[in-house]
């Protein structure tokens, strides 16, 4: 079941160590095999940049600077934020 959830995003991240697919969980990428903790970056699905994330009220969302606006939660991608 979390193959087929995997392999609907666009993009599978993979652990560094073991090469094993990551799990996202709350904001982070979490690798199932040596629990390795990657943080994920939101991005804009439109332009792929990184989203802004604000934080109100226990909800978060996500705002697009470069014209997309607000970013349905559903809508946002994650990706490995590059040190
Ligand atoms: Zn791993
Ligand atoms: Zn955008």
Redesign the pocket.
């Known amino acids: 079941m979390l193959n087929t959830l995997l392999r609907r995003r666009k993009v599978t991240i993979h ?6 697919p ?1 799990r996202l969980s709350d904001g982070e990428f979490i ?6 903790h990657y943080p994920a970056q939101p991005v804009c699905p439109d332009c792929h940049q990184p989203l802004t994330v604000l934080k109100a009220c226990g909800a978060v969302d996500y705002f697009c600077q470069h014209g997309h606006g607000l970013i349905s939660r559903r809508r946002v991608q994650f990706q490995p934020s590059t040190p």
């Not at 652990?15 to 094993?20: G, L, S, V």
């Not at 690798?31 to 390795?36: L, P, Q, T, Y």
């Open positions: 652990c560094e160590k073991c090469q094993q990551l690798c199932d095999r040596c629990s390795a």
